[in-house]
């Protein structure tokens, strides 16, 4: 079992930046792939990034690439979500998880784990 806990959301300006980071539990947190999902009001859960076991390998969604940075620390059982330029298009509720495969997915159902979500606001 893994317990994913996310935090660092909060209000910025845009243009700004936030770092989430979501602990997670379980002796095994280096065998999980883990991904980054979010959910604005009214829309469905889109996947925003992804990253295999090692750290080698990453998946971004075209709206966040090349502002987004998704990386992880085995050692502190950790990943993060680093979001720089940010849009009020971004504003969501930012949720992590987890899968039992080592590769990256950007698909939800593929995710075994999830955390209850940060929220991310960001104004114009």
């Known amino acids: 079992q893994v317990q994913l806990v996310e935090s660092g959301g909060g209000l910025v300006q845009a243009g700004g930046s936030l770092r989430l980071s979501c602990a997670a539990s379980?002796?095994?947190?280096?065998?999980?792939?883990m991904g980054w999902f979010r959910q604005a009001p009214g829309k469905e859960r889109e996947f925003v990034a992804a990253?295999?076991?090692?750290?080698?390998?990453?998946l971004y969604a075209d709206s966040v690439k090349g502002r987004f940075t998704i990386s992880r620390d085995n050692a502190k059982n950790t990943v993060y979500l680093q979001m720089n330029s940010l849009k009020p298009e971004d504003t969501a509720v930012y949720y992590c998880?987890?899968?039992?495969?080592?590769?990256?997915?950007?698909?939800?159902?593929?995710?075994?784990?999830w955390g209850q979500g940060t929220q991310v606001t960001v104004s114009s």
């Open positions: 998880a987890a899968r039992w495969r080592n590769e990256p997915s950007t698909r939800a159902p593929q995710y075994n784990y």
């Open positions: 379980g002796r095994t947190f280096s065998s999980y792939g």
């Open positions: 990253i295999s076991w090692s750290g080698g390998s990453t």
